[in-house]
């Protein structure tokens, strides 16, 4: 949210340059405009300027709300997925501790059984929530994989053309602003899936850490098929090829850069 409400003041104040140097740096005549989303409109556009340009406020910022809510959806669906796995790891933990080990043999053993059942149960949740997760949205995670490498490498040739051949200071800072969106979008969303992975093993760590040698050797082999279960890779995975993770951000990044030194090559 804090990044879109960035690039609207951003786009907000370039858009204005005109009205601004007009107050401050006032000339015998007023400046051109010249609006960075190209529209055809069917009137006179230089009478309507200020119509145009509430128009363009108006696009940017319902295109803004739809990526935070978005954005926002996404990011409750993997918070509760990592809180899940948090909580069966912290059910393994309790189950692991001297208090409960020192206590008398059958009282013990119900104690023991009762925790690694909630901590099973509950990341067994945590996995069906993820599967359900990945695919629902896997079609849309395609589609925004597809149309991000894309528009990224058209970026960044529309970029070097301006460094290149115009110079226009304006439009490289335009497109400079686009580049880091595209990268911070990309990262972020990678950077969630990794966040699910680390999580997805804590079952695994807080398993291996905890004080299973001095639990009975039939709860020690229980908890080895635990363990055997934790040490699975929990992901967001799209249509099996992709995976969400920061490597799978290096991986988009290298291609967009391919396929934009493959286009600017064919020029």
């Known amino acids: 949210m804090g990044l879109c409400c960035f690039v609207l003041t951003v786009a907000v104040i370039l858009q204005t340059f005109p009205l601004i140097f007009d107050f401050i740096l006032p000339l015998n005549e007023s400046r051109s405009w010249q609006f960075f989303i190209v529209t055809e409109y069917f009137f006179n556009q230089e009478k309507y300027v200020y119509a145009i340009l509430l128009h363009h406020i108006l696009a940017i910022s319902i295109a803004g709300v739809t990526v935070c809510s978005a954005s ?78 894309s528009s990224l490498s058209l970026t960044l040739l529309q970029f070097l053309q301006l460094i290149t051949l115009t110079g226009n200071v304006t439009e490289i800072f335009v497109f400079a602003l686009l580049i880091l969106i595209h990268l911070t979008y990309m990262f972020c969303a990678n950077y969630a899936g990794q966040i699910i992975t680390d999580h997805g093993i804590k079952l695994f760590k807080a398993t291996y850490n905890g004080m299973w040698y001095a639990a009975p050797l039939h709860t020690q082999k229980m908890l080895l098929f635990i363990m055997q279960e934790g040490i699975v890779d929990i992901n967001i995975k799209c249509g099996g090829i992709f995976t969400a993770s920061l490597e799978g951000f290096a991986t988009l990044t290298n291609a967009a850069v391919s396929y934009f030194t493959v286009i600017y090559s064919t020029r």
């Open 72 to 149: 926002s959806t996404f990011l409750m669906f993997l918070l509760h997925i990592c809180a899940l796995f948090n909580i069966a790891s912290h059910h393994i933990e309790n189950a692991m501790k001297w208090n409960i080990l020192a206590i008398s043999d059958p009282k013990r053993e119900h104690l023991l059984y009762q925790r690694i059942v909630h901590a099973v149960i509950v990341h067994r949740r945590a996995i069906e929530f993820t599967k359900f997760f990945t695919s629902e949205f896997a079609v849309l995670f395609a589609i925004l994989i597809l149309v991000g490498v």
